[in-house]
């Protein structure tokens, strides 16, 4: 059992490049989404999804897109880099609604460290 | 709208105090959840608690124990004997119970348990 798998793990671009952050579940969690962690500032939510074609917007969306085809993946896609995307970024999962199976909050993966020069 | 605050920023303490990290939240929902997580300094998020708002019963996990007061809306979480292997940030957050996934994080406690 993998959990929530994260690539790559570390990721330098150049500003102006596009890139797609990779994450996938195989707990069969409905709910998946994106967030970044930036020093003082806690973690963000970007994207979120509660299932296979639907997502939606988080508070900080800008400069970023995603698609749920399947419930297993989540990609996070940078359509062109700026050095404010500089961050570390988590893909969760977890089940939605509530009842015993939610006892273990959200599952996190192990980031990415992506910075834009 | 959802806001988790960690007034401490920081907090140093030498090994085997006893340290509480505090949280505090807002919320106009009568029902909802509470967490705790660890980012130890490898990165990952590691899941400690969750709590729900209609149990304010405290909890205690061997040398972690968490007090809940809906009264106050805090759920703080106290260490006790504190370990070098406690030196992590610490994150609370908060989210609904139905209808809404998200997460509501804390900006954290960075703790620091000192040899």
């Known amino acids: 059992n993998a959990g929530v798998t994260q690539t790559p793990k570390f990721q330098v671009l150049k500003t102006g490049q596009s890139m797609t952050l990779q994450c996938a579940q195989d707990m069969n969690h409905e709910y998946m989404s994106w967030y970044r962690q930036d020093p003082g500032m806690g973690l963000r939510l970007i994207h979120y999804?509660?299932?296979?074609?639907?997502?939606d917007q988080g508070e900080v969306p800008n400069g970023y897109n995603v698609s749920r085809s399947t419930t297993e993946d989540f990609p996070l896609r940078l359509l062109s880099a700026a050095p404010s995307q500089t961050s570390v970024y988590f893909c969760?999962?977890?089940?939605?609604?509530?009842?015993?199976?939610?006892?273990?909050?959200?599952?996190f993966g192990s980031g990415t460290r992506l910075t834009v020069v | 709208a959802q806001k988790v605050t960690q007034a401490q920023t920081e907090i140093s303490v030498v090994e085997k105090e006893d340290v509480t990290l505090d949280c505090v939240y807002e919320?106009?929902?009568?029902?909802?959840?509470l967490f705790w997580y660890k980012q130890p300094p490898s990165g990952e998020l590691v899941f400690l608690i969750r709590r729900n708002s209609f149990d304010e019963q405290n909890e205690i996990s061997g040398r972690y124990s968490w007090n809940f007061q809906k009264s106050t809306s805090s759920f703080n979480f106290t260490i006790t004997a504190s370990q070098v292997v406690d030196s992590a940030v610490y994150f609370c957050a908060l989210r609904r119970k139905q209808g809404n996934e998200k997460l509501t994080f804390g900006t954290g406690t960075r703790l620091t348990i000192i040899p």
């Open positions: 919320t106009r929902d009568t029902t909802y959840y």
């Open positions: 969760a999962s977890s089940y939605t609604g509530t009842g015993n199976r939610d006892n273990y909050g959200y599952t």
């Open positions: 999804s509660v299932g296979a074609g639907i997502t």
